[in-house]
């Protein structure tokens, strides 16, 4: 997908909607100058925090064996992954794609999650212009293969240390709330809502609440949007089929078994197919 969120964009109701050119106008320039401070301001957070990089560091050793960054492949703008670095906070033998057990985290771990610390190396990745300091989270790519046309375009703008979703709520919304906040951000994509974001994130962190998401959370979001979609691709199966039930009536009773919306090469069975993108 390559969808240009200055243009046009998907309200929380799921409708396309075009910006007015004033619109486009100031998001031109938030989103220059947003793209500028977020390389700065990463820069200069990762030479100021060095010291407690590297405390954070010798506590991740001292604490447990195993590396001290995680690295995972997320989704970031326009649905293309990249690998995301934080600090490990679980034992080095955990497997995040076992969701047949729990997650076993480290002392320092725990503290590090409750405290969002451990995403400090994400900062890397703003750096390097793979992340934003505000925007939707980036989840892993399961996510967005499970999800429909419209729920992709939050995927429109580059992925967040921190974004709306997370600041009204973190990890004790559902995902369609989450996906609905993240809609409405790029909706609304501006400074003053990204001062917004800001200021809601540090109440969260203060509160820890819904600070870790877990593999039982994450498998049940992604259940939840498989049979979310799935309901809505038999519904749109079912629209059509009735649909070409109607045509293939009325064109029988003028016996016409060809509609005049079709070409020569076109009949009705290539209309069903190509609606439901299968060819």
């Known amino acids: 997908m390559n969808e240009n969120y200055i243009e046009k964009y998907v309200d929380i109701e799921g409708n396309i909607r075009e910006r007015k050119y004033i619109e486009k106008i100031k998001m031109i320039i938030f989103a220059g100058t947003k793209f500028m401070l977020d390389r700065v301001l990463a820069i200069l957070g990762l030479i100021?925090?060095?010291?407690?990089?590297?405390?954070?560091?010798?506590?991740?050793?001292?604490?447990?064996?195993?590396?001290?960054?995680?690295?995972?492949?997320?989704?970031?703008?326009?649905?293309?992954?990249?690998?995301?670095?934080?600090?490990?906070?679980?034992?080095?033998?955990?497997?995040?794609?076992?969701?047949?057990?729990?997650d076993k985290h480290t002392k320092i771990g725990e503290i590090l999650r409750k405290t969002s610390l451990d995403e400090i190396p994400q900062l890397w990745s703003i750096a390097t212009a793979k992340m934003s300091f505000i925007g939707p989270r980036p989840w892993i790519p399961d996510y967005f293969n499970n999800m429909n046309d419209i729920q992709r375009h939050r995927y429109c703008v580059r992925p967040g240390?921190?974004?709306?979703?997370?600041?009204?709520?973190?990890?004790?919304?559902?995902?369609?709330?989450?996906?609905?906040?993240?809609?409405?951000?790029?909706?609304n994509y501006s400074f003053t809502q990204d001062i917004k974001v800001i200021m809601l994130t540090i109440r969260e962190v203060f509160t820890t609440k819904g600070a870790d998401a877990g593999k039982n959370t994450i498998q049940k979001e992604l259940e939840d949007?498989?049979?979310?979609?799935?309901?809505?691709?038999?519904?749109?199966?079912?629209?059509?089929?009735?649909?070409?039930?109607?045509?293939?009536?009325?064109?029988?009773?003028?016996?016409?078994y060809v509609t005049r919306q079709f070409t020569k090469k076109e009949n009705i069975w290539t209309y069903f197919f190509m609606h439901m993108n299968l060819i």
Do not use: C
């Open 161 to 187: 240390l921190t974004g709306l979703a997370q600041a009204m709520g973190r990890n004790d919304i559902d995902i369609f709330k989450k996906i609905r906040y993240d809609l409405e951000y790029i909706e």
């Open 48 to 102: 100021l925090l060095s010291p407690i990089i590297l405390i954070i560091s010798v506590l991740i050793k001292i604490d447990s064996k195993g590396p001290i960054f995680f690295k995972q492949e997320r989704t970031g703008k326009n649905g293309e992954d990249f690998y995301v670095y934080k600090f490990r906070t679980m034992i080095a033998e955990n497997d995040v794609h076992d969701f047949s057990k729990a």
């Open 225 to 256: 949007l498989k049979n979310f979609n799935n309901v809505r691709k038999n519904v749109e199966i079912l629209e059509t089929v009735t649909k070409i039930a109607q045509l293939w009536r009325a064109n029988y009773s003028s016996k016409k």
